[in-house]
T-cell receptor, first 115, second 108 residues
Framework: EAGVAQSPRYKIIEKRQSVAFWCNPI?????LYWYQQILGQGPKLLIQ????????DSQLPKDRFSAERLKGVDSTLKIQPAKLEDSAVYLC?????????????FGEGSRLTVL | KNEVEQSPQNLTAQEGEFITINCSYS?????LHWLQQHPGGGIVSLFM???GKKKHGRLIATINIQEKHSSLHITASHPRDSAVYIC??????????FGTGTSLTVIP
């Protein structure tokens, strides 16, 4: 079974530039998450999708971050314009099953450095 | 206050030692997850449990729902076990609360 695919693995940009990350979850997984993990901290939820609908985006800085999952499969996360504090690993995860069930599968992450 | 607290934050062990990492949580949960993250790598799910005990190779996870506490044990630790171990709880729905992780270093 293929895992959660993310790209790019690494990205270095200057502040005020834009960046986009892509995620392809495990086939059939309805729930997709984007997390931000700053060095030394646990993952922080940015947005959760159920199929192509947003379930929770309460912690997404909507003035600069956007995410979509148009066909309920793969997803993109965009940052525009980037700030220094956006330097982090952006993790995509997916999960099958009904609410509260199913194992969580993570991608390798996309490491962003903002200079 | 964090919903999930882990201890210790950092742990160094000699190869072969028995290791215990603890996780306490303050919310009602439907499941608890133990995750492993290698430096520069993604996160791998080790266990998902809602009661009792699970074992996979040298890894054992236990949970006490009444006490809101879980432990991850590693028997006969090996340098390749060096990683960050993260406890995550799922209260209801698909929401997760993550601990800040325990950084384990196993010295040969």
């Amino acid at each position: 079974e293929a895992g959660v695919a993310q790209s790019p693995r690494y990205k270095i940009i200057e502040k005020r530039q834009s960046v986009a990350f892509w995620c392809n979850p495990i086939s059939g997984h309805a729930t997709l998450y984007w997390y931000q993990q700053i060095l030394g901290q646990g993952p922080k939820l940015l947005i959760q999708f159920q199929n192509n609908g947003v379930v929770d985006d309460s912690q997404l800085p909507k003035d600069r971050f956007s995410a979509e999952r148009l066909k309920g499969v793969d997803s993109t996360l965009k940052i525009q314009p980037a700030k220094l504090e956006d330097s982090a690993v952006y993790l995509c995860a997916s999960r099958s099953g009904l609410a509260g069930t199913g194992e969580l599968f993570f991608g390798e992450g996309s490491r962003l450095t903002v200079l | 206050k964090n919903e999930v607290e882990q201890s210790p934050q950092n742990l160094t062990a000699q190869e072969g030692e028995f290791i215990t990492i603890n996780c306490s949580y303050s919310v009602g949960i439907s499941a608890l997850h133990w995750l492993q993250q290698h430096p520069g790598g993604g996160i791998v799910s080790l266990f998902m449990l809602s009661s009792g005990k699970k074992k996979h190779g040298r890894l054992i996870a236990t949970i006490n729902i009444q006490e809101k506490h879980s432990s991850l044990h590693i028997t006969a630790s090996h340098p390749r076990d060096s990683a960050v171990y993260i406890c995550a709880v799922s209260p209801t729905g698909n929401q997760f609360y993550f601990g800040t992780g325990t950084s384990l270093t196993v010295i040969p």
